[in-house]
């Protein structure tokens, strides 16, 4: 249960950050090569991308959490 979890929660970091790999691009062409984007919109599939990606990091601190609190039941 704890593995796909986590690959959930890993799958989900990755997932994330090349979103906002793809975002930041799109922002540094935004006006150069692709002027009929408007940066406003890279920039929020930006921020989308954070969330997703912090709440993905936030899976895998309840995951320790849990696994911390199981440890000290079990000691």
């Known amino acids: 249960m704890i593995d796909s979890v986590s690959s959930s929660a890993l799958l989900g970091v990755r997932s994330g950050l090349r979103?906002?790999?793809r975002s930041a691009l799109q922002v540094?062409?935004?006006?150069?090569?692709r002027p009929d984007r408007l940066p406003i919109e890279a920039l929020l599939e930006g921020r989308q991308a954070q969330r997703?990606?912090?709440a993905s990091i936030r899976v895998f601190q309840t995951i320790d959490q849990t696994l911390g609190s199981l440890l000290d039941v079990f000691a």
């Open 52 to 54: 997703q990606t912090e």
């Open 19 to 21: 979103a906002l790999d």
């Open 28 to 33: 540094a062409q935004a006006g150069t090569t």
